[in-house]
T-cell receptor, first 112, second 118 residues
């Protein structure tokens, strides 16, 4: 019940494409869902996060879509650039928990 | 504003030794979290400290321990090192305003300490 399942494991798109990364969770107590971007040799950087009272959140080229009934959420990257090539992690947490439960990560490659 | 800082960047130890990793949170953040990122295993939660107290612990043996100091910095200690402890150890910090979302705030990560066990 504590798992967060992320897909796909890897993704290759052309510059300007819209990669979509999906995550699913089981624990209905989760109510905070962040996405992180990690470059080699660096720690994960918080990209965007959503709480379940909204179905979509957009920050710049990054959009989270959230489906509470399906217990799924996804990250869309608009007009992707080669500089977006990185590993992306979804995560989930709940109040008084502290712990982020992470998906297994998606390696995104954007070709020029 | 300075981010989360971790030291050392790299640490090489042998089996059976002890390792100490250090973390300074973002100014104003009272919560510190530790994660292990081992190859092929993703990010695994280790420990959460807030206001000097251990608030939650992940599924790791007791030889993984830590503490938080009055200035909110933290250290992670790993005793009796084993080969499988080789990993990137990440520290994160967050504010903790209390209330319903206590322990459920955006976490900001440092760049980690790479621990290698020979």
């Amino acid at each position: 019940q504590q798992q967060v399942k992320q897909s796909p494991q890897s993704l290759i798109v052309q510059k300007g494409g819209i990669p979509i990364i999906n995550c699913a969770y089981e624990n209905t107590a989760f109510d905070y869902f962040p996405w992180y971007q990690q470059f080699p040799g660096k720690g994960p950087a918080l990209l965007i996060a959503i709480r379940p009272d909204v179905s979509e959140k957009k920050e710049g080229r990054f959009t989270i879509s959230f489906n509470k009934s399906a217990k799924q959420f996804s990250l869309h990257i608009m007009d992707s650039q080669p500089g977006d090539s990185a590993t992306y992690f979804c995560a989930a947490s709940k109040p008084s928990y502290g712990k982020l439960t992470f998906g297994q990560g998606t390696i995104l490659t954007v070709h020029p | 504003e300075a981010g989360v800082t971790q030291s050392p960047t790299h640490l090489i130890k042998t089996r059976g030794q002890q390792a100490t990793l250090r973390c300074s949170p973002i100014s104003g953040h009272t919560s510190v979290y530790w994660y292990q990122q081992a190859l092929g295993l993703g990010l695994q939660f280790l420990l959460w400290y807030d206001e000097g107290e251990e608030r939650n612990r992940g599924n790791f043996p007791p030889r993984f321990s830590g503490r938080q100091f009055p200035n909110y910095s933290s250290e992670l200690n790993v005793n009796a090192l084993e080969l499988e402890d080789s990993a990137l150890y990440l520290c994160a910090s967050s504010p903790n305003p209390g209330g319903f979302n206590w322990g459920n705030q955006p976490q900001h990560f440092g760049d980690g300490t790479r621990l290698s066990i020979l």
